[in-house]
């Protein structure tokens, strides 16, 4: 790895505590964006010759600080910038920068900047965007290319996503407990948002299967601030766990694995592991959550060397706990498939009958009642169930899934 | 003389690495662990799992803290470590109680699991424990 590579990375993992300690001190997203950039400038400067302080982050927040103030100095005053050696006692200041910035006020700095993405006025692909660009420091052009649009479409997205933001104002004072707990909850929402933006997108495209990683080290980012927090532990898991597949979700043709038909040798182990480890700590505090029991179902399938060792009863019942923890259609669909398997294909057909109106739009609610009513013998009703999957179908895989299946009901009517 | 070597480094850096950059980080590791390997003096190496997954148990007055995320203190040092298999953290913190509840001093047990790169066994033990 080149000095130039390795600074990358630090300014990288730097930068979500080193912006939101700049947007505290300045109150404005753009000067504070600008002075992070003019002390990256600066890093890349000076730290390959006198090598990279001991604390990145602390040092942009304590150079970036000092251009800003110039900056908003020159604009008022329009005087020259001082000469570049008013910054040069910066190395020896360095040892006591940690001291004197204010440690307190990290974690709520890094909250508030994950926050302000997350305004409730702003649609989901304008937050997924904003976070990206402004906590990750994503470029632009990586985030277009993720969400197949132009650069300058992304860009202006992001200017109005941001000029949003700027409108509705930001709370500065500290926030208390209850507030804290608000945010986080929302935030968690946003990187799970992130992550399955990745998810569902890096089917077809390979560009945005770089958010799905993003998403996980900002959970990881959350957790390192919030340590005790059993829900982040959960969403960490979780996502972890998805991931883990990622490598087994799709064939060499690009079509859809279906979780019991995947090559368990191509899971990833490692994030198996680390997420079983976080899942373990989170049931310690014995406050379930959606996460958490989302996770906890996820993992039996991580557990399980084949399909047939899958705990369908204990899933069922994770299920049962999710539908009370967060009621939704798509819990009940999901319950009834773990269902299927326990008690068999029409015990499934009754449990979610009931939810067609609701999800009469959604592709998953027809395909999983066209495989259900497939396994039970009711060949035309599957069929016109596949056909109304197939004309909701979001992705080329999920249509080519679908007609796969008809392929086999054509078969066995033949 | 046993030797732990302890690896020390900017935890999001090293988690922000590439697929390729971390290939070629642990290729070159293990071109310079290869030489110790295959004179048998080389044992477990391994990589701590990041310090989200970590639990940090706690001498407290009557009973041991259980405490969420890495031992943060920096009064105190590294004085010994314990690798095992446990099935389950609670295994592994009801291990750490007991340590805990014999060391007179006021200890604390960071509690990491790690993934094993290799699970090589140090053949001159004999001379090790001299």
């Given at each position: 790895m080149t000095d130039l590579a390795y600074i990358d990375l630090a300014l990288t993992a730097a930068r979500p505590q080193a912006l939101g300690a700049l947007l505290r001190y300045f109150r404005d997203l753009d000067t504070a964006e600008e002075a992070f950039q003019e002390a990256c400038l600066r890093a890349i400067r000076t730290w390959p010759d006198k090598?990279?302080?001991?604390d990145p982050a602390a040092w942009l927040i304590f150079v970036g600080r000092n251009s800003g103030v110039d900056q908003i100095r020159k604009r008022a005053k329009n005087e020259p910038l001082p000469e570049e050696a008013a910054f040069s006692d910066l190395s020896d200041a360095e040892e006591d920068i940690a001291d004197r910035l204010?440690?307190?006020h990290y974690r709520d700095d890094i909250l508030r900047l994950l926050f302000?993405?997350?305004?409730?006025?702003?649609?989901n692909t304008q937050q997924i965007a904003l976070a990206l660009r402004i906590?990750?420091?994503?470029?632009v052009q990586q985030i277009a290319r993720a969400f197949l649009v132009s650069d300058s479409a992304m860009e202006q997205r992001i200017t109005r996503a941001k000029g949003r933001v700027a409108k509705a104002?930001?709370?500065?004072?500290?926030?208390d407990v209850h507030e804290r707990a608000e945010r986080l909850k929302t935030v968690a929402a946003m990187i799970y948002l992130v992550f399955n933006e990745g998810y569902s997108a890096?089917?077809?495209?390979?560009?945005?299967?770089?958010f799905c990683d993003e998403a996980i080290r900002l959970s990881r980012l959350l957790l390192r601030i919030f340590p005790a927090e059993p829900e982040i532990m959960g969403l960490t898991a979780l996502m972890l766990l998805q991931h883990s597949r990622a490598a087994a979700?799709?064939?060499?043709?690009?079509q859809i694995v279906l979780l019991e038909n995947q090559?368990?040798?191509?899971?990833?182990r490692r994030l198996i592991d680390e997420a079983l480890a976080m899942l373990d700590k989170a049931i310690?505090?014995?406050?379930?959550g959606p996460y958490q029991v989302q996770a906890a179902i996820s993992a039996l399938h991580a557990r399980a060397?084949?399909?047939?060792?899958?705990d369908w009863g204990e899933i069922t019942l994770l299920y049962e706990l999710l539908e009370k923890l967060a009621p939704s259609p798509v819990v009940t669909l999901n319950r009834a498939v773990a269902l299927s398997k326990l008690k068999g294909a029409e015990a499934a057909l009754c449990l979610i009958e009931p939810l067609s109106d609701k999800l009469d739009g959604y592709f998953y609610y027809h395909g999983v009642r066209g495989g259900l009513l497939m396994q039970a013998g009711r060949n035309a009703e599957a069929r016109s169930a596949f056909d109304r999957a197939i004309t909701l179908a979001n992705s080329p895989a999920e249509c080519a899934h679908i007609r796969l299946q008809l392929d086999r009901l054509g078969a066995s009517r033949g | 003389m046993l030797y732990a070597i302890l690896c020390y480094a900017h935890e999001e850096t090293v988690f922000a690495w590439s697929k390729d950059e971390e290939a070629a980080v642990m290729d070159r590791l293990m071109k310079v662990q290869e030489p110790l390997a295959q004179a048998g003096k080389l044992g477990p190496v391994g990589r701590l799992m990041p310090t989200t997954a970590a639990t940090t148990v706690r001498k407290g007055k009557d009973e041991a803290l259980v405490l969420d995320?890495?031992?943060?203190?920096?009064?105190?040092?590294?004085?010994g470590f314990y690798t095992a298999e446990f099935d389950s953290l609670d295994e592994a913190v009801a291990f750490s109680k007991e340590l805990s509840a014999v060391n007179p001093g006021s200890s604390s047990y960071e509690i990491r699991p790690f993934y094993v790169f290799h699970h090589n066994e140090?053949?001159?033990?004999e001379s090790g424990s001299s």
């Open positions: 090598g990279p302080p001991r204010d440690n307190a302000i993405c997350c305004h409730p006025d702003l649609p906590v990750s420091g994503l470029t104002g930001v709370a500065f004072e500290t926030p890096g089917i077809t495209n390979p560009d945005s299967v770089a979700r799709l064939d060499e043709a690009g090559d368990r040798g191509l899971w990833n310690r505090h014995r406050l379930p060397g084949r399909p047939d060792d899958t | 995320g890495p031992f943060a203190e920096t009064k105190e040092v590294l004085l140090i053949k001159a033990a």
